[in-house]
């Protein structure tokens, strides 16, 4: 099985740029999002944060775009905090026909999509879990017994990957996700953007992966699970008139701001794990 993961992508309306600017944004948003669906995977999933300011036009673009390269693929969108900053997320949910929470249960592994992000809260863009999908989380994962679990969240846990110690960069400490967590037996990885920059941290029998925005690190996360070894790696973007786009872009937008420490360190980029 094959899982092609895309960091906070961004995409934003730039109600007030150049010609030049904004024919610079349709380029790079629309080429990355087919450069994405062009490659084979199972799923394809977004870890939030598809739109910059969670506008309709900016659903609008990229789901029109997922659906014109991505016809034959299965596209999972999570909720990011800059997604629900401006419209209900059932409003959200019937632009994008996805689901605020759910699960799909694999041959391989369970893959779990959560929802970490408040509704309409641009001051305050920290995680929670609400209770009734916590009560849904911890039945999952008792049920899923020693198979795999890949759980999907746009913020991090606590203290596990980069910056995940500071307030609002994180699900708030007062949702004791990890505790849910540690009771699950067998493997379980969490992967998750917000924080922009890439890291690996392992915990007990969990690995964390955070992936960096698109704009500072024009790649995606490829998850592979054959033959009972689970690995995962860098696939980058090497055309390089979207690499000269996302330069120009990443320094010319509002609710952005690059990161020169986005790709970690060299541990943080890739990750082979053997089930037994």
């Known amino acids: 099985m094959k899982l092609l993961l895309m960091g906070d992508f961004h995409y934003p309306v730039m109600e007030h740029g150049t010609p030049e600017l904004l024919e610079a944004r349709e380029q790079f948003f629309g080429g990355m999002i087919e450069a994405f669906l062009r490659v084979e995977a199972d799923y394809h999933i977004s870890l939030g944060d598809f739109t910059n300011e969670g506008f309709p036009v900016e659903f609008g673009f ?28 059932t409003e959200i949910l019937s632009i994008s026909g996805q689901q605020r929470y759910h699960k799909i249960d694999t041959a391989e592994a369970v893959l779990v999509f959560l929802d970490t992000t408040k509704e309409m809260s641009p001051k305050d863009y920290g995680g929670e879990i609400d209770p009734e ?15 795999p679990v890949f759980l999907f969240g746009h913020h991090p846990l606590p203290d596990t990957t980069t910056y995940s110690e500071k307030h609002m960069l994180r699900i708030h400490p007062e949702f004791d996700v990890w505790s849910v967590m540690q009771a699950k037996s067998g493997p379980g990885y969490y992967f998750c953007g917000h924080n922009h920059v890439q890291s690996i941290v392992k915990r007990d029998q969990w690995h964390f992966v955070q992936t ?28 390089q008139r979207l690499l000269e786009l996302a330069a120009l872009i990443r320094v010319n937008m509002k609710r952005f701001k690059p990161k020169a420490e986005a790709a970690g360190s060299e541990t943080d980029q890739a990750l082979t794990v053997a089930h037994g």
Not at 141 to 147: H, M, P, V, Y
Request: hydrophobic share 40%; aromatic share 8%.
């Open 133 to 147: 999908q916590m009560a849904w989380l911890e039945n999952e994962l008792r049920q899923s017994g020693d198979k």
């Open 62 to 89: 990229v789901f029109d775009q997922v659906r014109t390269f991505g016809q034959a693929r299965q596209f999972i969108h999570v909720l990011g905090n800059h997604d629900t900053y401006h419209i209900p997320k």
């Open 212 to 239: 960096a925005a698109c704009l500072d690190i024009p790649a995606f996360r490829m998850i592979e699970i054959e033959n009972g070894k689970l690995s995962v790696s860098m696939v980058p973007v090497e055309d």
